[in-house]
């Protein structure tokens, strides 16, 4: 017998709650995404005005409102989606979480016009100067992280509409809903910091 | 998943072949393969880059020496540097923390075992592509070559016009690999440390090993972004033409080292961590009494993580800061001290009064105490940062952080090794060979970087592949030297020791050492399922309560 | 030991340390002074903790006869807890008000109008050495004035980069200061003796960092205003060596070097124009002799490996002529 018997026994089970593993992952990957942020942000903010040639911000940039109008009010889809699933009614949950693919969809559709716009108009490009070579590689951190939202999202609806998501579902759904409201967040700083105060 | 995966392993016959075996290791998902399989990697990098240091000390044993060109010396340090921190003290830790938490809190698990696997296999690749450069660095057209950039990659040496070629992507790639593992296995410890702890088990019940790998955790996920986003600027930089850290077109050089350091002050500490980790288990059990002031030991190491946050730029006092900055992390260096010292001093406080029994680890953990202190006192001098106007980049500060390094960490993970190999293969290592292995590798290190630190005065900088005679600097060098000699044939002691005794040491049974975490608490080797009933426990020393019914450790909590 | 006149015979100087426990100028003589305080404050903690350890080792080891029992279990204390918080805290602090006050008194320094001002530029793997007010380009070879009590001199030098960071580090004059690329750093010393002293490059910059040496040459003042005078001259152009001349200015020496009053005038090695004034070459790597002088211009790979000057592939008449031509160029 090993001494593991003997500590199993003859102690009262008192109540014993653990926090989800799942939920304690992803705030640990949310906050190791914030840190990538952060030095993204402070590399901006630091090259901020120390282009040594044009073109500036304040002469390109336009403030993507309707970009920004569609990417949060898909935190709010995806939260009307959640409540549905939780409700059980279904359909709604799939028209919901459409709806926010289609959103988020919409948001990357606009960076992409931009950047198209920015390299073919105005011949700004990572390697023109300091504000280029900032501005594409934040934007397009976060821009890559709304793919993998995307991604994420769209696996749930084609699996939702096989009908393979089922309620014991739900803290999957919860994670992948997470994940997209920090996506969001995120988006939040990096317009403040690029289009507000950096032009 | 785990009971299951044991039932199948055991099923087709009694002794696999060599191809079943490795096909196992590949597939495995089990936190004491994988951790084992993390230190057995750990230790390979560390032989090698070890022999690494071993050559530049050859190089460097006599002045005006030609054994080694300039080039390959470069390398040599790079490559040294790099493994050392990535390649082995990273997962080691991972190994320990692998190996160990989950038995500590009386879990059958990491609470994701399949990113467990990646993490190791991340690493373990990233490793290998950091040595595959020695053979393809330089691209197809020409002869390879390793990084020679330096550990800390100081941008513009890394830019295209100074590093062509692709030694440096080599580095920063399989950093990058690496980094993403060592993430992932932070999230794991955290999910698990939060997540997976037995009945009774409460925060301050936890071993302080386990506090300790839950704060170095927490680090990683905050110190190794900065490092992976300043490399994949130098990426973009190096491969698009972006101008992160192009001087010419108005970068700066400083920046990178910012981000550089920004992971590199907290990385130190994430490394000395494990140490503090091992050194809190052993130290108690080996003098007989509970660890000294707990609670101040957890709040110690939580200091100590906030801080290193806030002291990267100690490494750049030459860089010139303004007065203001050079004072104000001269001050945050030096609060590091308080909490440090607290450390140290609980150490003290446990042993004093107990009933000290000099076994291996122990003996380990005491070379750890002596040498960790004057590493500390050392630091105290680099933080005056006048001081380090002189000592900075000088072989001072190399004697410096090896003192940190190796009289601290690699110590403890000696002491880990001799303490749970035990219960990880179910057999004594050898005490005579140990004992060889002790006092020959302590001599070997004291006479490589006691000495080290005065050429440091005598303004010998670090990162020379040679130097001229007249400067006072050759006898320290010859004597670093010689003990590198004593170090190897140490390393070769505990090495044969480890295979020696896998087969013929002394059955070690359950608890060998009488200790009170719960991993002594079930069998040596352990059970896939770590436990087959999970354990409870009421106090933070589990097995002091079985074995003292009288006076239980919970009357006290 | 630098009355005499002739600059090649302070090379041989009898002290050659770069000791920074030996400072000879105001900012090294500062550091040295809280050098000493905080390694005595360092050493008298490890008495301490250190002599703690031992007794405890001894005091406590496991006798043979006591095996069996436990000892009492102590779990801690918070008096002694916070004892060895506070007594901790009041160390940083003394050591943080002289730490502060020294950074403050070195970097902070006002320097008199007539300091003299050197502009250091760093390259891989050599320095380049600028007199902005004198009018005056040298490489490797830092030459200054001393600095006595009667009539205090100070040197200040602005420090860049060319190419990668470097370090430069004299410690008998001051702490290292880093050269970066596209920033102004800033040194200043005062040196108190005449005579040679010896640094190194302190931040890894390449192939040939360990070949990459400083030297500053501390001169009266009198002495130094006639290396000055010496150095403002164009260079010599000696009749015997026209045909050397001509060799040197057609080849590509010129696209690197610089030799006032020719049309060499590259930017990326070492100025020639008094190159035979300097006791080094190669930034230190070789003394500045005939013979090595030689076989640097014929393969300066063999001499200092990976540095940027290549193996011009000369023949030896050209190699001759070069060679006599340089070594007129006082």
Known sequence: ?199 | MAVQEVALARAPEMHPSIITRLHELVVTVDHKKLGLMYIAAALFFFTVAGSMAALMRLQLVVPNNDFISPQVFNRLFTMHGTAMVFLVGMPILAGLANYLVPLMIGARDMALPRLNAFGFWMFFFGGLLLYFSYLAGAGLSGMGSAPDVGWFAYSPLTARAFSPGMSTDYWILAILLGGIGSIVTAINLIATIFCMRCKGMTLMRMPMFVWLMLIVAGMILLAMPPLSAAQIMLLLDRFLGAMFFDTQAGGSAVLWQHFFWIFGHPEVYILIMPAFAVASEIIPVFSRKPIFGYPFMVAAAIMIGFISFGVWAHHMFTVGMSSIGNTFFAVTTMLVGVPTGIKIFNWLGTMYGGKIRFELPMLFCIGFLFQFLIAGLTGIMLAAAPFDWQLSDSTFVVAHFHFVLIGGLLYTIFAAIYYWYPKAIGRMLNKKLGLWHFWLFTIGFHLTFDTMHIPGFLGMPRRIYTYDAGRGWEVFNMISTIGVALQAAAVLCLVINLLWSARKGEKAGDDPWDAWTLEWATTSPPPAYNFEVLPKVRSRRPLWDIKHPEDPDWRYE | MADNLNIHQIAVVPEQVTNIFKPLATPSESIYQISLLTLAICGVIFLIVGGLLVYTIIRFRTRSNDEQSEPPQIYGSNQIELAWTVFPILIVFVLILVTARTISDVQNATHPPDSLKVTVVGHQWWWEIRYPDLGIVTANELHVPVSDPAKPRRTVLKLQSADVAHSYWVPQLSGKVDLIPNRDNYMWFDPKQTGLYLGNCAEYCGTQHAHMLIRVIVHQQEEFDRWVLEQQKPAVDNREVTAGRKVFLSTSCVNCHTISGTIAGGKFGPDLTHLMSRDTLGAGAIKNTPNLLRAWVHDPQKLKEGCLMPDMQLSQQELDLIVAYLSTLK
């Not at chain 1, 606009?110 to 716009?117: C, G, L, M, Q, V």
């Open chain 1, 1 to 199: 017998m090993t001494s593991a018997d003997a500590l199993s026994r003859g102690i009262e089970s008192a109540e014993w709650k653990l926090p989800s593993r799942r939920k304690a992952a992803l705030l640990a990957l949310i906050l190791t995404e914030t840190a990538l942020f952060s030095i993204f942000v402070a590399a901006y903010v630091f090259y901020l005005g120390k282009s040594l040639t044009g073109p500036y911000p304040k002469d390109v940039l336009e403030l993507p409102i309707i970009a920004t109008i569609c990417l949060l009010s898909s935190s709010l889809t995806i939260v009307f989606a959640e409540r549905a699933f939780e409700q059980e009614k279904y359909s709604a949950f799939k028209l919901w979480w459409f709806i926010t693919i289609v959103l988020g969809l919409i948001f990357i559709a606009s960076t992409a016009r931009e950047w198209y716009r920015l390299i073919t108009k105005q011949g700004l490009t990572i390697s023109t100067n300091l504000f280029g070579t900032t501005f594409y590689s934040l934007v397009g951190l976060h821009a890559s992280h709304v793919i993998v939202g995307l991604t994420l999202l769209v696996l749930v609806l084609s699996l939702s509409l096989r009908g393979y998501v089922k309620q014991r579902h739900a803290e999957h759904l919860k994670m992948v809903s997470w994940y997209w409201h920090f996506v969001d967040a995120v988006w939040v700083v990096v317009l403040t910091v690029v289009y507000i105060i950096g032009r």
